[in-house]
DNA sequence: TTGAAAGCGCTACCAT
DNA sequence: ATGGTAGCGCTTTCAA
């Protein structure tokens, strides 16, 4: 493996003004940098990053924790932050979270000296549990964490407010029977979906005990869902689901069982997946500009290694937004 | 920031016996070691992974280039890649390849130093081009690229073959009058989609001009293909659409223009995405395990790191397979 | 403008 | 079992 060393002998200078020259720095004449730059193209010299991290102090990476997400989700998060850290000149280091937190706090450590900032998206454990907060700290942007989790920055969709959308919107349709499909009870987002559609259904219909029937997010759970309700002949006019999977799924169980789906029951779900327009009828659900959350969690993190305290612009709220369709009735 | 220097010192001992303890190795008084931890967890300390590659001359992590992918395509093959060397202990580099081979060409070289070996997926490059012939060589494996390309070892889909599968379904359900929409010209898959369409085509119906329109594999394509083909009152009984999504636009424009489809035309795609399944009448199409292309790339790129020479091991062709629907014709 | 040399934080070899 | 030390490949003072 060809070395600056090698490059500075053959071009009869020392290592120093190699590495001048090969950095673009101006203090080299002209016709040294010419030797220079001649000698590593013949040489076919590539420059050893994790070397020049070292002396450097800086990688010009950026770790990124995700856990473990469905399809679209996933792609448009790393989409969003490719985007601006690639414009930045600088490059990502994944760092997937299955299983525990001791695991995933394991994989946090072992970004030290390998990224100058971290992207976590923890969807059940907190900041301090990741040790996050801990003595050893790295500059880090939480997504679609708790906000204030362990006073970092954050950038979070609000799924309390969408769940309050959607919510409102069924009422508003003349639903008064409505049922909750819940996510994981240890997944922020779910909880906080559940609240929302809680606080509504006690506010705008006076009901404190609404029917909450559990979920997953999974392949499968809506389908159990729909049959559980079914089964227990329960009353029903309307559906939330706290994601669209389940939705579609519940959808499609419930017209099997001879029910009008968008008059008999309307059903709305969460996330806006692609496939929510392809079904029949169109799905009824809350859209967060999900790319944005990565955008806007990397930008934030750059602006943070760039020495900047962003104070209260280090805790940004998106707010998501309702797409109304069939599935809650005709289009007025 | 706390290095092993300080833990040493705290414990009493040298940095030499303080990374023996730390690294777990055998030849370290039971006393001392308990001392060396007591000190490293009191400080909070954590390895400088960088700075251990430099040594060790190994980074345990391994970099991925992707050009941009849709979302599922994507998701799926980062998916089997992880699980693998998530199990292997190591780690993912990422370098989306947006742009130019000559930038492409740079992504590469940035991984030099950083990472211990490469994934690449060239759409529509070749090896030669993106400097992974050269003189610097870090162990590759392509992914879906051009066999034989460049002598690298390589994971790819047969999409001739899958190509092939999907257009004698079409001729042994009667279609006579084929249409392709193709992909694009400059992306190896797209160009052996339509390689193994023409050439079933021309064997089957002696058919050596078939109608080809042109699309790109995005958004919109398959509805200006659709327009396209109805403007100029092109006779045809089935289309075979180089990717889904322009397969279920495509579906949809037809429809709309009163053509019944499964009957009147026949239709069908390539990839399987989960919305073939969701559209009505369900998509025919060439289903290829995606995140089988990543766990066997891992999987091949891990054991040339040991050291082994894969051989023909290396050369690892993966077959689609039919995934018959409705929009075929009924179910048989 | 150039070079010598001191690290960056760690591992591994050679002594003891 | 432990310590001293020479690097890993590079950047960056400090002098010249």
Do not use: C
């Given at each position: ?70 399809g679209e989700f996933f792609s448009e998060i ?254 007025e």
């Amino acid at each position: 493996m060809v070395t600056i060393r090698e490059v500075a002998r053959v071009a009869g200078v020392s290592v120093a003004t190699a590495s001048r020259a090969l950095n673009g720095l101006a203090n080299v004449n002209v016709e040294t940098r010419g030797r220079i730059e001649a000698a590593a193209a013949r040489l076919d010299y590539v420059p050893h990053s994790g070397a020049r991290s070292l002396t450097r102090r800086r990688s010009d990476t950026i770790g990124v924790i995700l856990p473990d997400l469905f399809g679209e989700f996933f792609s448009e998060i790393i989409r969003g932050i490719d985007m601006v850290v690639h414009d930045a000149g600088k490059i990502l280091l994944l760092g997937n979270m299955h299983g525990s937190p001791q695991e995933t706090q394991q994989a946090i450590r072992a970004m030290r000296g390998r990224v100058d900032g971290l992207l976590v998206m923890p969807p059940n454990s907190d900041a301090a549990t990741l040790g996050l907060t801990g003595g050893w700290r790295i500059p880090t942007v939480l997504l679609n964490a708790r906000p204030y989790d362990g006073g970092l920055p954050f950038v979070t969709v609000d799924n309390y407010a969408g769940a309050r959308l959607v919510t409102e919107h069924l009422v508003a349709r003349g639903a008064t029977r409505i049922v909750h499909v819940a996510g994981p009870q240890d997944n922020n987002d779910a909880r906080e979906r559940e609240r929302g559609f809680r606080d509504v259904v006690r506010e705008a219909l006076g009901d404190t005990t609404p029917l909450v029937v559990p979920g997953d997010f999974r392949d499968g759970a809506g389908r159990s869902a729909a049959r559980s309700l079914l089964a227990r002949q329960s009353v029903f006019d309307a559906v939330f689901s706290a994601n669209d999977l389940m939705a579609v799924e519940l959808m499609a169980e419930l017209r099997d069982a001879g029910i009008v789906l968008g008059s008999q029951v309307l059903v709305a779900g969460f996330d806006d997946i692609p496939l929510a327009r392809y079904v029949t009828p169109q799905l009824t659900t809350v859209h967060s500009d999900i790319t944005r959350v990565g955008i806007d969690g990397a930008r934030l993190l750059l602006r943070i290694l760039d020495g900047e305290d962003p104070g209260e612009g280090g805790r940004l709220v998106i707010a998501p937004t309702l797409a109304v369709r069939g599935s809650t009735g005709p289009a007025e």
